[in-house]
């Protein structure tokens, strides 16, 4: 979305990424970063993505980025029961892990959400692997 810190710092600060994306697989246990590139910037890249990264497992979010995060969270859990693209796959996994929440109960516990959460998750997160794809050079 564009609050996160991927959409200001890597793409509209540095400038390097026209599509940037993060998303976590429940289960795989991976969060992947998805950014688009140009060919001639990929080391530059890939070196301020990993150090935004880094410092974000480190330091944590801000306030301000709590906020944000659980202001666009929330649209989305709202907006998701009525777009059929998100309804069906929502319910999926909610037969699948028998998850009986409604979206209120859900939404509460997203305001529930504090920085030390967020803190001790990022304790156990560390960059263990990074693949570059890139296309042929002309």
């Known amino acids: 979305y564009p609050d996160s810190l991927l959409f200001i ?11 940037v994306d993060a998303r976590f697989e429940a ?13 001639e910037t990929r080391k530059e890249s890939f070196d301020a993505l990993s150090n935004i ?15 944000n995060v659980k202001k666009a969270l929330k649209n989305q859990l709202i907006a998701s029961s009525d777009f059929l693209g998100s309804f069906i796959p929502n319910q999926i996994i909610n037969d699948l892990y028998e998850i ?5 109960e859900q939404l509460k516990h997203v305001d529930e959400v504090q920085i030390a959460d967020i803190n001790e998750v990022l304790s156990m997160m560390q960059l263990t692997t990074s693949y570059i794809v890139e296309g042929v050079s002309e």
């Open 9 to 19: 710092e890597f793409r509209e600060k540095l400038g390097l990424a026209y599509e």
């Open 27 to 39: 289960d795989k246990n991976y969060f992947f970063v998805y950014a688009g590139v140009n060919n």
């Open 53 to 67: 990264l880094n410092d974000f497992i480190k330091n944590g979010p801000t306030e301000e980025m709590l906020v």
């Open 100 to 104: 009986t929440e409604s979206i209120e």
